[in-house]
């Protein structure tokens, strides 16, 4: 399974962005999206899952802010950050969550500038 993330830049404090998560390859019919960040010098935090039911979760720190999706094909799930903030500078990055293993993209990078 592959997973390509895209759409991260440089955007001002406050400002938004939409990331999109691409997965191919030999995937189940069924699984599951979590996005995820690293920042330089911190552990990789857990922001979002969207489960293949389309059930979603979000962490604390996001929640209100940042939407998860799938697009108009399965395979393409997107995050939606609104309201970004200094601090949320980092790499961010999609996970595949399904069998026969999770798969993570490269990531993308995000920078907020204050």
């Known amino acids: 399974v592959q997973v390509v993330e895209s759409g991260g830049g440089l955007v001002q404090s406050g400002g938004s962005l939409k990331l999109s998560c691409e997965v191919s390859?030999?995937?189940?019919?069924?699984?599951?999206i979590g996005w995820y960040r690293q920042a330089p010098g911190k552990e990789r935090e857990y922001l979002a899952r969207?489960?293949?039911?389309?059930?979603?979760q979000y962490e604390d720190a996001v929640k209100g802010r940042f939407t998860i999706f799938r697009g108009t094909t399965k395979n393409v799930v997107y995050l939606q950050m609104n309201n970004l903030k200094p601090e949320e500078t980092a790499v961010y990055y999609c996970?595949?969550?399904?069998?026969?293993?999770?798969?993570w993209g490269r990531g993308t990078q995000v920078t907020v500038s204050s």
């Open positions: 390859g030999r995937t189940l019919s069924a699984y599951d």
């Open positions: 996970k595949y969550i399904g069998g026969p293993g999770d798969s």
């Open positions: 969207l489960w293949d039911n389309g059930l979603t």
